[in-house]
Structures are given as structure tokens and as C-alpha cells.
């Protein structure tokens, strides 16, 4: 298994551009979720999904969407890239967050590092 | 809301035991996570405690009192390696939030 998988690696945008980071898993997990991490800070969450179809928001929502058309994947879009968004993207996957552990035993990929200039 | 609470650095010799503090205001609670992030890295999965008591994993252990809000990570037999940030994490009903992290430096 690949576990979780993100894509690209590292980017660079200026203000006003908009991009996806993709985030796949190959483990059938139902709950898939987004964070940021801001130099000696913890981790926030950005969104997350339950399962395949559904979405909420969760701690810092704005200026990002996600969608979950399928249980493997779940893109972050950047609608309009600020400076602010400078930060480091992590996608983690769990076991669905109804049976026991769920969202409390989460699976990260290796992170997208962003620069908005 | 929720907030977790957690020193900012912790020093240790090479060895020796190491606690790390948690405590955290939830409303509402269903266990407490550990994760461990080297720098540069991603955060990896080290334990999760949904009832008070101690479980352990090795050289690490992990305590929770859901009655005092109150957790720790407990690392045994210092090494090296262990150098690194560890965070803990609330999971309510579907959210996850962490604290700010413990940076823990091993010296020799």
C-alpha cells in the first residue's frame, strides 16, 4: 500500500492564482481530512470529509474548497492564492470516525509545501 | 470550542525518562492522540487513549484522566532519534484538534 499520497511536493503561486492539491489513499478509509501547519505551530484544520459525498468545514475554511466524489480522494483547491496561505498542507486519512479510534488514529502524507508571493 | 495546552520545549538526557504534559477544555470528548513530526517530516500516529489509563507501546506509554481534561506521553529509554516535536489531539465528534506541540531535545 502507498498509504497517503499528495501531490505536488512543493509549489510556488502568486497572489491571485489558483490551484488544487491532490490528496489520494489506497487504505478505504472513510474519513479524510486537510491541515495546515505554520512555522511553530501545530496543525489546524482546514476540512474534512466523513465519507465519500460529504464535507464540512473545519477551523480555517476560507479561501479553500474541497469535494469527495470518490472514498480514494480528496482535492484542496485554492480559489485565490494570498500570501497568508504560505504553509505547509497536510492530508490524513483515518478509519471511518464512528467505530472506535476513527479520527483519533490518522494517517498523514508527506505534505505540500506552498509559497504565495 | 476546544484548546490544548502543552509546554513548548522539554530537554532530556539521552536515557532518561521524559513526560509530556496535555491538558485540554473539549466540549466534546471522545479520546486523546499522540503524534510525533522530526523536522521536515509528517506527523506519525504514536498512540490514542479513548478511557483513562495508562496503554503502552513500547519504549512510549500514553495516561489519560478524563475527569481531570488531563493526558501524557511518557517516552522510556531515551534515545537520539527521539528528537523531535510530539502533539497531542482531541478527536471530537468529528473534528480533530492539536495543540501547539512539545519540541523535546535528547542530548547525550
Known amino acids: 500500500n502507498a498509504g497517503v499520497t499528495q501531490t505536488p511536493k512543493f509549489q510556488v503561486l502568486k497572489t491571485g492564482q489558483s490551484m488544487t492539491l491532490q490528496c489520494a489513499q489506497d487504505?478505504?478509509?472513510?474519513?479524510m481530512s486537510w491541515y495546515r501547519q505554520d512555522p511553530g505551530m501545530g496543525l489546524r484544520l482546514i476540512h474534512y470529509?466523513?465519507?465519500?459525498?460529504?464535507?464540512d468545514q473545519g477551523e480555517v475554511p476560507n479561501g479553500y474548497n474541497v469535494s469527495r466524489s470518490t472514498t480514494e480522494d480528496f482535492p484542496l483547491r485554492l480559489l485565490s492564492a494570498a500570501p497568508s496561505q504560505t504553509s505547509v498542507y497536510f492530508c490524513?486519512?483515518?478509519?471511518?470516525?464512528?467505530?472506535?479510534?476513527?479520527?483519533?488514529?490518522?494517517?498523514f502524507g508527506p505534505g505540500t509545501r506552498l509559497t504565495v508571493l | 470550542g476546544q484548546s490544548l495546552e502543552q509546554p513548548s520545549e522539554v530537554t532530556a538526557v539521552e536515557g532518561a525518562i521524559v513526560q509530556i504534559n496535555c491538558t485540554y477544555q473539549?466540549?466534546?470528548?471522545?479520546?486523546l492522540s499522540w503524534y510525533q513530526q522530526h523536522d521536515g517530516g509528517a506527523p506519525t500516529f504514536l498512540s490514542y487513549?479513548?478511557?483513562?489509563g495508562l496503554e503502552e507501546t513500547g519504549r512510549f506509554s500514553s495516561f489519560l484522566s478524563r475527569s481531570d481534561s488531563y493526558g501524557y506521553l511518557l517516552l522510556q529509554e531515551l534515545q537520539m532519534k527521539d528528537s523531535a516535536s510530539y502533539f497531542c489531539?482531541?478527536?471530537?465528534?468529528?473534528?480533530?484538534?492539536f495543540g501547539t506541540g512539545t519540541k523535546l531535545q535528547v542530548i547525550p
Open positions: 489531539a482531541v478527536r471530537g465528534v468529528e473534528k480533530v484538534t
Open positions: 487513549n479513548a478511557l483513562d
Open positions: 490524513a486519512s483515518s478509519y471511518s470516525s464512528r467505530t472506535s479510534g476513527g479520527a483519533g488514529t490518522q494517517y
Open positions: 473539549t466540549s466534546g470528548f471522545y479520546g
Open positions: 470529509s466523513v465519507g465519500a459525498g460529504i464535507t
Open positions: 487504505m478505504n478509509h472513510e474519513y
